[in-house]
């Protein structure tokens, strides 16, 4: 990853994680991340948040990663086992192209299946045209309930689609588990357990400009588990890549 001048250009205080800059040396240093060989932090999943929309991700638009670096998150992913990339955007597709690169690469270079969850903005026939270019065996759209009854094309896309709707309880019951198996990365690469604790400071695991993957997963310090009891009110579970794929391999459909 690149990285100090990028992540000065982010984070112009005082570097707000606790890792001693000498461990973050040493661990970008490492030629190549590799699975743990008893599998205990084998990554299956990855959420990745490309809007900097300001509530689920407090990132300014100008400190979003870009094209080149989301590669680089999707390259470290699939170096750790990833099978499955959920792309969360809520800001449009127009405002991400570089979303149908990073969709292409992760299927042609890594075989990874990849879906496309939107929330928050519906989109245009015009601005999805592009899903039809890619692995049609691989893709997949997962879509909020409210913006799938304004969006009815969807479903003549040649394309899989399904709810992007997750549990639907009020408070995390019993703790949660999935985010073991799981990174989930915001729009300025900074790192949380997962999409429903996404800026959430308790969760924050730290920045891909200064840990790699591999780190933060194998760190039994950090918080790779969400406690029961936390409120679902702010954010929700939708387009939880545990549960989407369990949606896609049960061939549910919206």
């Not at 300025?188 to 695991?205: F, P």
Request: aromatic content about 6%; charged content about 25%; glycine content about 8%.
């Amino acid at each position: 990853m690149t990285s100090r001048k990028r992540w000065e250009k982010i984070y112009t205080k005082q570097n707000p994680f606790t890792l001693p800059q000498s461990v973050a040396r040493a661990v970008r240093s490492c030629s190549r991340d590799h699975i743990s060989e008893n599998g205990k932090h084998m990554v299956k999943y990855m959420w990745l948040y490309i809007s900097a929309d300001g509530f689920h991700d407090q990132a300014q638009p100008d400190q979003c990663m870009s094209g080149e670096e989301w590669l680089s998150v999707i390259d470290e992913g699939a170096a750790l086992g990833v099978k499955y990339v959920i792309l969360s955007i809520g800001g449009g597709l127009k405002e991400h192209p570089e979303v149908w690169r990073m969709c292409k690469w992760a299927q042609d270079t890594h075989g990874i299946t990849v879906g496309i969850h939107l929330y928050d903005q519906p989109v245009t026939r015009e601005e999805l045209a592009p899903v039809t270019e890619l692995d049609a065996n691989l893709t997949h759209l997962f879509i909020d309930d409210d913006l799938l009854q304004r969006m009815s094309f969807v479903q003549e896309l040649g394309v899989p689609v399904h709810s992007g709707e997750g549990q639907d309880q009020e408070i995390v019951s019993p703790d949660c588990h999935l985010p073991e198996e799981m990174t989930c990365v915001g729009a300025s690469g900074t790192m949380y357990t997962c999409g429903l604790v996404l800026g959430e400071d308790e969760y924050r695991l730290g920045n891909v400009f200064e840990r790699k993957l591999q780190s933060i997963m194998t760190d039994d310090s950090l918080p790779h588990v969400v406690p029961e009891g936390v409120p679902k009110i702010k954010h929700h579970c939708n387009g939880c890549p545990p549960l989407m794929i369990k949606r896609m391999k049960n061939g549910s459909h919206s």
